[in-house]
């Protein structure tokens, strides 16, 4: 069993920086997947970045490459979100996940098992 609890969220202007930390609790996080999502008002939860077990591999949406980048720390049970140059389409709830055991990096909401509270993210212009 893994729990998450998401943090970071606020208020920022067009071009800021936020940075986004899920800790885990669970003694099978670091050999586990993440995944950050989001969701806007009225919009399906879309994927937005994930990271597997080591931290040596990520993938992120077309829309945050170059902006966003998704770390972990094991030792802390702890998975972050950097986001930078944020623009107001950016704004949405924030959700980290953790999926199962996995050999390649999950990319939809449908792998992942266990989910954060959600933090909410919104970029004034």
């Known amino acids: 069993q893994v729990q998450l609890v998401d943090s970071g969220g606020g208020l920022v202007q067009d071009g800021g920086s936020l940075r986004l930390s899920c800790a885990a609790t669970?003694?099978?996080?670091?050999?586990?997947?993440m995944g950050w999502f989001r969701q806007a008002p009225g919009k399906e939860r879309d994927f937005v970045a994930a990271?597997?077990?080591?931290?040596?591999?990520?993938a992120y949406a077309d829309s945050v490459k170059g902006r966003f980048t998704v770390s972990r720390d094991n030792a802390k049970n702890t998975v972050y979100l950097q986001m930078n140059s944020l623009k107001p389409e950016d704004t949405a709830v924030y959700y980290c996940?953790?999926?199962?055991?996995?050999?390649?990096?999950?990319?939809?909401?449908?792998?992942?098992?266990?989910w954060g509270q959600g933090t909410q993210v919104t970029v004034s212009s």
């Open positions: 996940a953790a999926s199962g055991p996995r050999v390649r990096l999950p990319l939809t909401r449908y792998e992942y098992i266990y």
């Open positions: 669970g003694r099978a996080f670091s050999t586990y997947p």
């Open positions: 990271i597997n077990w080591s931290g040596t591999s990520t």
